[in-house]
C-alpha cells in the first residue's frame, strides 16, 4: 500500500510525542546509515538551528528528520529515516517532498545539502530523484555530499 502525499505529514517534535519518535527504528542492515533518534533529538535540544520533525501518517509517528541551517545560505539535512516497520510504502518520498518545501521556505537560502553512505544502495537514485547532485565526500572521506541548489 503507497502513501499518498496528503496522508503524510510532518510535526514538530514534543513532550507529547518525543518517546514515540524515540521508539522508531530501522532494520538490522539499516543501522550503520542512520543515527539513533534520541541521540538526535538530545544534539537539537543544545544546538541552535536544528530542525526536528516527526513524520505521521494520520496520528502515528513513523519517521523523523533532522536538518541544521549551517549558514544563512546553506541548510543541510542531518538525519532521516522511516521506521523498519513502514517502509518500502512511499512514505519516505512524500516525507521528503514535504520537507524540502518547508527547508525551501528559509528566506535567503541557496543551497540544501545532504550526506550518505556511498554503500547504501538505494540512498544515490532516492536523492537523485529530487534533484540531489552528488558532489563528492566530505572531509572525514566517510559520506558522499549532495546538493540541490536553489
Known sequence: ?????????????????????????????????????????????????YETRAI???????????WVQESTIKISIWRFMIDKGHQNK??????????????KKVPGLQEIEICYNPKNPVAKEFYASFGFCEVGMDEDDEDMLAVITL
Open 1 to 49: 500500500m503507497e502513501a499518498s502525499l496528503c496522508h503524510v505529514t510532518l510535526r514538530q517534535v514534543t513532550k507529547a510525542n518525543y518517546e514515540q519518535v524515540c521508539e522508531l527504528d530501522v532494520s538490522k542492515e539499516q543501522e550503520d546509515y542512520v543515527a539513533c533518534n534520541m541521540w538526535s533529538l538530545v544534539e537539537s535540544m543544545y544546538n541552535d538551528g
Open 56 to 66: 505521521y501518517i494520520a496520528e502515528e509517528p513513523v519517521g523523523f528528520f533532522m
Open 90 to 103: 512511499s512514505i519516505g518520498r512524500a516525507a521528503l517532498s514535504l520537507a524540502l518545501a518547508e527547508i
